[in-house]
């Protein structure tokens, strides 16, 4: 009896996170329904005029939509080669050695710097190096909202993508370099393309890490309500201008940044799940 | 490798080397950031790192003006911050644990099953949901409905932030548990429930901990969601439906006045100080407990 009743509560917990989940979706729909409703979804989504003053009041998502693409993306390009140097650092060329282990502390410790932490050194640190090099006047804007995402996302595209590649098994190795195969050609041949699709899934769920990022790009993306013209221009995220005017919202203001919202969501739910296949596609290879 | 003409060994070797050294390059590279972080924040934030900090609430914009003026030291410290965020992560930790615990334990038993399958990708959907919107699923949900902000929508944002990786690190620790263990107990005649509390759970302490204290090492620093829940105050609050200030906050407000700018490198030092420690903590215990 006992025994049942505590397996009931178990299910009821697994229960609660279905619930949880439709219930977040439903908040989501619902906060958002005035903004979507006044504008239609795509209407909403390709209109890039943002203006909450009263008399002229307009709300569109693109240039948030494709400032957040735009910062991303960059960001992800940027990590590429510092992140697989580190995966194959600690994979392959060092793995199971104790300057590995040092390694991975210290992208541990850089993925438990917080964001707003990061914000402050992006601000206080960068900026003036990005000014330096001529970027723009002010330095804020997606170039080094871009460099600080970058670095903030390192330790989620290498630790996983180093898994990867020392999951390799070491006779397809063994046997490469048994043919005369130099390190480089084995790390080319065998270790890369066999933890490939892994290896593409730890930069895709690093890309969604990136996407949803709020406090450093909030403090460095300069904030400007329109489409960035290139990377030197200042912009706003999705995430960034929630952050930034959620606080003074209501009415239709409010419901347009939980739509903006609805919309991070749904992107960085698709991101996962595209992780996720490409993983699945992994196990069954 | 279908090269026609052989390549001579002499340049592969050369490009191995270089390979080599570029990896060097890009991993030291990549490290680079983490010390100039550290020493930023340590060089200019031990100055203010003094008892005042701990036992004083923040100034006023206006007070902390007159200090400047004066060439006094910043006359205030943090503590309405320390106290906001022990009562934030605190309850966010009460609702949490148990919740994960169970659905972690639920997760391992029924690996395979379409339902467990369900909750399985459902909690990774968590995962990695962008702490802003669950900042704003905490507003709809207990700021809009109770008519305002507070420690509670806070820690129930933080909470849902932790529950994924409470329902992981528990169901990973369960699942390296020999099957032994649970079968020998069952067999014994021990209910099931005797089992998960008296054998399952303390033989997966370490994993479970471990995966606890990292959560909470996760959510110490968050801000987005606490902006939208609860908001920050200027004195010591302990009431969880009141608006609560927390660490984080704190240095989020201290950016955007210039008269408080000198707490802001101190705040972080604090910050990063528990980050580390809980982090450390969490490797002691990983490696003490091992499953």
């Known amino acids: 009896m006992k025994d049942k009743i505590f397996r009931f509560f178990l299910f009821v917990a697994a229960l609660f996170v279905l619930v949880l989940s439709a219930a977040i979706v439903y908040a989501l729909v619902s906060r958002s329904s005035e903004a979507f409703q006044e504008y239609g979804i795509w209407g909403f989504v390709s209109n890039a005029e943002w203006d909450p003053r009263s008399a002229t009041e307009e709300y569109g998502a693109l240039s948030f939509i494709l400032g957040t693409l735009y910062t991303a993306f960059f960001a992800l390009l940027l990590c590429v080669p510092f992140s697989l140097a580190v995966a194959m650092f600690n994979g392959v060329y060092f793995k199971g050695k104790k300057i590995a282990g040092v390694m991975r502390s210290v992208v541990d410790l850089l993925a438990g710097i917080p964001s707003i932490v990061y914000g402050l050194w992006g601000f206080y640190t960068v900026r003036p190096l990005v000014i330096d090099l001529g970027v723009n006047a002010q330095g804020f804007g997606v170039f080094l909202s871009s460099i600080v995402l970058a670095i903030m996302i390192i330790p989620y595209a290498s630790s996983l993508s180093s898994e990867f590649l020392s999951m390799v098994p070491n006779n397809l190795k063994e046997g490469a370099y048994s043919l005369g195969a130099t390190r480089l050609e084995v790390v080319q041949h065998i270790s890369l393309p066999t933890a490939a699709s892994g290896i593409v899934a730890s930069f895709i769920l690093a890309l969604g890490r990136a996407l949803g990022e709020t406090m450093a790009v909030t403090m460095l993306i300069g904030n400007t309500n329109r489409i960035p013209t290139g990377l030197r221009d200042t912009g706003n995220t999705m995430a960034s201008v929630i952050a930034n005017q959620f606080g003074e919202a209501d009415g239709l203001k409010l419901s347009a940044l939980i739509a903006i919202g609805l919309l991070l969501f749904v992107i960085t739910a ?13 196990s069954h290879a | ?27 030291f590279l990549a490290m680079v950031p983490l010390f100039f972080i550290l020493w930023d924040v340590v060089s200019k934030g031990y100055k203010n790192f003094n008892l005042r900090l701990f036992t004083e609430v923040t100034p006023s914009s206006v007070d902390a003006l007159m200090a400047r003026v004066n060439g006094d030291p910043i006359p205030g410290g943090i503590l309405n911050g320390i106290t906001g965020s022990l009562l934030i992560v605190g309850l966010a930790i009460l609702l949490s644990i148990p919740l994960g615990l169970f659905i972690g334990i639920y997760l391992s038993d029924h690996k395979g099953k379409k339902f467990a399958s369900t909750i399985s990708y459902l909690t990774d959907l968590l995962q990695g949901m962008p702490s802003i919107v669950i900042g704003i699923i905490a507003y709809a949900w207990v700021v809009k409905p109770l008519g305002g902000y507070s420690a509670l929508a806070g820690s129930v944002a933080l909470a849902i932030m932790m529950l994924p990786m409470i329902v992981r690190s528990t169901e990973e620790t369960m699942n390296m548990l020999p099957v032994a263990y649970k079968e020998a107990g069952l067999s014994l005649g021990s209910s099931y429930t005797n089992v998960v509390f008296k054998i399952l759970l303390p033989s997966g302490f370490g994993g479970i901990f471990t995966g606890i204290l990292l959560a909470i090492s996760r959510v110490m620093g968050e801000t987005a969601p606490l902006m939208l829940t609860a908001l920050g105050a200027s004195v010591v609050n302990w009431k969880v439906m009141e608006p609560t200030s927390a ?37 002691i215990v990983a490696r003490k407990w091992k499953v």
Request: hydrophobic share 55%.
């Open chain 1, 270 to 282: 698709i991101i996962n799940l595209i992780a996720k296949l490409v993983m699945k596609k992994l």
């Open chain 2, 1 to 27: 490798m279908n090269q026609d003409k052989p390549i001579s060994f002499t340049s592969r070797k050369a490009k191995d080397k270089t390979a080599y050294i570029l990896v060097w390059i890009f991993s």
């Open chain 2, 247 to 283: 660490i984080p906050l704190l240095i989020w407000d201290f950016y955007n006045d210039p008269n408080l700018v000198d707490l802001i490198w101190s705040t972080s030092l604090l910050l990063l100080i528990v980050i580390f420690l809980l982090n450390w903590i969490a490797k």
